[in-house]
């Protein structure tokens, strides 16, 4: 299944939890209104004339109850949805889990803080996203992790110390490869949505835990008790619906997770090890955290403990099976035996010791052949023929080939330069040093713009960052810019706006504007605006290929004069897109003369195409930037741009014809 489809499988989802919620709260208010229909029915006989004596009563009580029933499930689901806007570190937070900051000293000499951090950028470059924040649940000693947020640009990937303590580097590496899976193909954005639906219809619950409560402080409060203890059962409802969504939602996403990270890692012993890790030890993946409930459906593993029937994870036997179809069960007695006995172990490096310095004796610990090597760049001049369809199966899944390059862009990066990325007063210069132009000339006009606006330090920093940034390979470039991301969000709202702001004068300098400036304004500009406000961030859409054909001429246009130095060859390009795309259609060839205004304003529109829409367009992208034959590194890194601007993130190698 590939991203489109599964975004096709997300869209049912949501419609099927949306029906569900229906029956539950339809369920909810016809049981409280028989509770408060019964309670009346019980009062004193005072109460029960004066009752009788007024029009209507009881239809007008239960019209009351129901709506005022629908209000506190309305309203309760809203301030949690309203609760967690701020996206995947707000969810993160709420569990009780306090960031990894690379600058906090107890953070940079924990040898097992460090190399999470290293797994997770490795994977988010390979992937093609933002680096998410990276949070730890430090009170957790079961296996476990998960991914929040709204999109790829406010995500945050969250392990227990369990994870830490327990996994070599390979399982710990699967599990996030498995996180990173529900952060490309948008299952973070419905779990965050299920989170707040939940609320909604737990909340009765809740109410009648408080009206016991209360009961005990008034003279008159036989009613109160009985309401309070009908509520309590009545929120038994919402508890049982609450977890049948759960269940629905997320038992089938674990699997493709599973095949995902493997499908990234090349290798199965990774997530399978820590698959049985789970199984074999006593803390399994249980949490310990009150709020466990109302996220369970976004763990790695059952962090709650539910019977077969409410389940949000396939069993672990069988999600172990399906990687590991030799598996003997056997295997997990040998691991719990041997944890009982931990001995000193290796890390798969070959150098530093395994995360704690103890591992379980004969558990997937030893040094590992299937670790990622250094990889290779390409030459910067570099250029290869593309397939478009093998193109659009790499769309939010990367594999091994991706993170071995990955592996080699991370790894290569000066380390010096790499702590100023991770630095929140550094971060910002950082991407302004990689807007500076080559030219002398050139360089000081905007050198001046940005002591203009921030100042004589400030230029000083950039200037020192860019002599390091010159020895970039052209790969590295937006990596970097991806490694600085954490560190950016950190900024306050009105600087992150200055720095879009400066940062497109800057590429507007000369008056003119190349493709590589054009890439690294837009993946900031498009991340930094959905980081400000990740709830309100549109992925995808109901617009159809045919709504949006004018903006889809104009950008294969583009993507086709730029992939061309002939007009004759880039008109040609440009039909071979055109007939991925929309074959009836009977586009002439004319490339608009601003390219920037013109991508600026179709990407919005096209980024609400249906998912298979996207597909085609992806498609027709492909095509004419390699009509040719030929792609170079910064002509993919422009395709690689305008896919991310459709949230249909490509790796840094893109998959070569055969």
């Not at 045919?546 to 993507?559: E, K, L, N, R, S």
């Given at each position: 299944?590939?991203?489109?489809?599964?975004q096709?499988?997300?869209?049912?989802?949501?419609?099927?939890?949306?029906?569900?919620?229906?029956?539950?709260?339809i369920c909810?208010?016809?049981?409280?209104?028989?509770?408060?229909?019964?309670?009346?029915?019980?009062?004193?006989?005072?109460?029960?004339?004066a009752?009788?004596?007024?029009?209507?009563?009881?239809?007008?009580?239960?019209?009351?109850?129901t709506?005022v029933?629908l209000?506190?499930?309305?309203?309760?689901m809203?301030?949690?949805?309203?609760?967690?806007?701020?996206?995947?570190?707000?969810?993160?937070r709420?569990?009780?889990?306090?960031?990894i900051?690379p600058?906090?000293?107890?953070?940079?000499?924990s040898?097992?803080c460090?190399?999470?951090?290293?797994v997770v950028?490795e994977i988010?470059?390979?992937s093609?996203?933002?680096?998410?924040?990276?949070?730890?649940?430090?009170?957790?000693?079961?296996?476990?992790?998960?991914?929040?947020?709204?999109?790829?640009?406010?995500?945050?990937?969250?392990?227990?110390?369990?994870?830490?303590?327990k996994l070599?580097?390979d399982?710990?590496?699967?599990?996030?490869?498995?996180?990173?899976?529900h952060?490309?193909?948008?299952?973070?954005?419905l779990?965050?949505?299920?989170?707040g639906?939940?609320?909604?219809?737990?909340?009765?619950?809740?109410?009648?835990?408080k009206?016991?409560?209360?009961?005990?402080?008034?003279r008159?409060?036989?009613?109160?008790v009985?309401?309070?203890i009908?509520l309590?059962?009545?929120?038994?409802?919402?508890?049982?619906f609450?977890?049948?969504?759960?269940?629905?939602?997320?038992?089938?996403?674990e699997?493709?997770a599973?095949?995902?990270?493997?499908?990234?890692t090349?290798?199965?012993?990774?997530?399978?090890?820590?698959l049985k890790?789970?199984?074999g030890?006593?803390?399994g993946?249980?949490?310990?955290?009150?709020?466990?409930?109302e996220?369970?459906?976004?763990?790695?593993g059952?962090?709650?403990?539910y019977?077969?029937?409410?389940a949000?994870?396939?069993p672990?036997?069988?999600?172990i099976?399906?990687?590991?179809?030799?598996?003997?069960?056997?295997?997990?007695?040998a691991?719990a035996?041997a944890?009982?006995?931990?001995?000193?172990?290796?890390d798969?490096?070959?150098?530093?010791?395994?995360?704690?310095?103890?591992?379980?004796?004969?558990?997937?610990?030893?040094r590992?052949?299937a670790?990622?090597?250094?990889g290779m760049?390409?030459?910067?001049?570099a250029?290869?023929?593309?397939?478009?369809?093998?193109?659009?199966?790499?769309?939010?899944?990367?594999?091994?080939?991706?993170?071995?390059?990955?592996?080699?862009?991370?790894?290569?990066i000066?380390?010096?330069?790499?702590?100023?990325?991770?630095s929140?007063?550094?971060?910002?210069?950082?991407v302004?040093?990689?807007?500076?132009?080559?030219d002398?000339?050139l360089?000081?006009?905007?050198?001046a713009?940005?002591?203009?606006?921030?100042?004589?330090?400030?230029?000083?920093?950039?200037?020192?960052?860019?002599a390091?940034?010159a020895?970039l390979?052209?790969?590295?470039?937006l990596?970097?810019a991806?490694?600085?991301?954490?560190?950016?969000?950190?900024?306050a709202?009105?600087?992150l706006?200055?720095?879009?702001i400066?940062?497109?004068?800057?590429?507007?300098?000369?008056?003119?504007?190349q493709?590589?400036?054009y890439?690294?304004?837009?993946l900031v500009?498009?991340q930094v605006?959905?980081?400000l406000?990740?709830?309100?961030?549109?992925?995808?859409?109901g617009?159809k290929?045919?709504?949006?054909?004018?903006?889809?001429?104009?950008?294969?246009?583009?993507?086709?004069?730029?992939?061309?130095?002939?007009?004759?060859?880039?008109?040609?390009?440009?039909?071979f897109?055109?007939h991925?795309?929309?074959?009836?259609?009977?586009?002439?060839?004319?490339?608009?003369?601003?390219?920037?205004?013109?991508?600026?304003?179709?990407?919005p529109?096209?980024?609400?195409?249906?998912?298979?829409g996207?597909?085609?367009?992806?498609?027709?992208l492909?095509r004419?930037?390699?009509a040719?034959?030929?792609?170079?590194v910064s002509?993919?890194?422009?395709?690689?741009?305008?896919?991310?601007?459709?949230?249909?993130?490509?790796?840094?190698?893109?998959?070569?014809?055969?």
């Amino acid at each position: 299944m590939n991203f489109f489809a599964q975004q096709d499988r997300a869209r049912a989802q949501t419609r099927r939890m949306l029906i569900l919620f229906a029956i539950a709260v339809i369920c909810i208010v016809a049981a409280i209104d028989l509770v408060v229909a019964v309670a009346f029915g019980f009062m004193g006989d005072g109460h029960r004339h004066a009752y009788r004596a007024a029009a209507s009563p009881r239809t007008g009580v239960l019209v009351a109850t129901t709506l005022v029933v629908l209000a506190v499930i309305g309203f309760s689901m809203l301030y949690k949805i309203s609760s967690l806007r701020g996206g995947g570190g707000t969810v993160a937070r709420q569990l009780g889990a306090t960031l990894i900051d690379p600058h906090d000293p107890a953070v940079a000499s924990s040898f097992a803080c460090k190399r999470l951090r290293n797994v997770v950028e490795e994977i988010a470059i390979a992937s093609g996203v933002p680096v998410p924040e990276i949070y730890l649940l430090e009170d957790e000693s079961g296996i476990n992790a998960f991914a929040s947020g709204y999109t790829a640009s406010d995500a945050a990937i969250t392990v227990t110390k369990g994870c830490l303590d327990k996994l070599t580097r390979d399982e710990l590496q699967g599990v996030i490869a498995h996180e990173f899976s529900h952060v490309l193909n948008g299952d973070m954005r419905l779990n965050i949505r299920l989170m707040g639906v939940l609320f909604g219809i737990l909340v009765i619950g809740i109410v009648g835990s408080k009206m016991l409560q209360w009961s005990g402080r008034s003279r008159d409060s036989n009613w109160q008790v009985f309401v309070g203890i009908g509520l309590l059962v009545i929120g038994s409802i919402g508890l049982f619906f609450g977890r049948l969504i759960k269940a629905g939602v997320s038992r089938q996403r674990e699997y493709l997770a599973d095949a995902s990270a493997v499908q990234f890692t090349r290798q199965s012993q990774g997530i399978a090890g820590a698959l049985k890790k789970i199984a074999g030890l006593a803390e399994g993946s249980r949490l310990e955290t009150p709020e466990r409930e109302e996220a369970a459906h976004m763990f790695f593993g059952d962090g709650v403990g539910y019977s077969a029937l409410f389940a949000t994870h396939p069993p672990l036997h069988k999600r172990i099976l399906a990687i590991d179809p030799r598996f003997d069960p056997q295997e997990l007695v040998a691991i719990a035996k041997a944890w009982s006995a931990p001995v000193e172990a290796f890390d798969a490096e070959g150098t530093d010791v395994s995360i704690s310095g103890l591992a379980p004796a004969g558990a997937s610990c030893a040094r590992s052949a299937a670790s990622p090597g250094a990889g290779m760049l390409p030459p910067a001049d570099a250029a290869v023929a593309l397939t478009p369809h093998k193109v659009v199966n790499q769309v939010a899944h990367p594999g091994a080939d991706d993170y071995r390059a990955a592996n080699a862009i991370h790894t290569t990066i000066d380390d010096a330069l790499r702590a100023r990325a991770y630095s929140a007063e550094r971060a910002p210069q950082v991407v302004l040093a990689l807007a500076l132009d080559a030219d002398t000339g050139l360089r000081a006009k905007q050198l001046a713009l940005i002591e203009k606006y921030f100042g004589a330090d400030a230029r000083a920093g950039i200037e020192e960052i860019a002599a390091d940034i010159a020895n970039l390979h052209p790969m590295q470039r937006l990596p970097l810019a991806q490694l600085a991301f954490p560190a950016l969000r950190k900024r306050a709202r009105g600087e992150l706006q200055t720095l879009v702001i400066v940062l497109k004068q800057l590429i507007q300098a000369d008056g003119r504007i190349q493709l590589e400036e054009y890439c690294l304004a837009t993946l900031v500009s498009t991340q930094v605006v959905e980081a400000l406000d990740p709830s309100k961030a549109t992925v995808g859409g109901g617009s159809k290929l045919a709504d949006c054909a004018a903006d889809i001429v104009g950008v294969i246009a583009t993507i086709a004069r730029y992939g061309n130095d002939d007009a004759v060859e880039a008109a040609r390009a440009f039909q071979f897109g055109m007939h991925e795309v929309l074959p009836d259609a009977k586009a002439a060839y004319a490339p608009p003369d601003d390219f920037v205004r013109a991508l600026d304003q179709a990407l919005p529109k096209l980024d609400r195409l249906v998912p298979a829409g996207k597909e085609l367009l992806v498609r027709g992208l492909t095509r004419a930037v390699g009509a040719d034959g030929m792609v170079s590194v910064s002509e993919a890194e422009l395709l690689r741009t305008i896919c991310a601007a459709l949230h249909c993130p490509l790796p840094p190698l893109l998959e070569q014809a055969a």
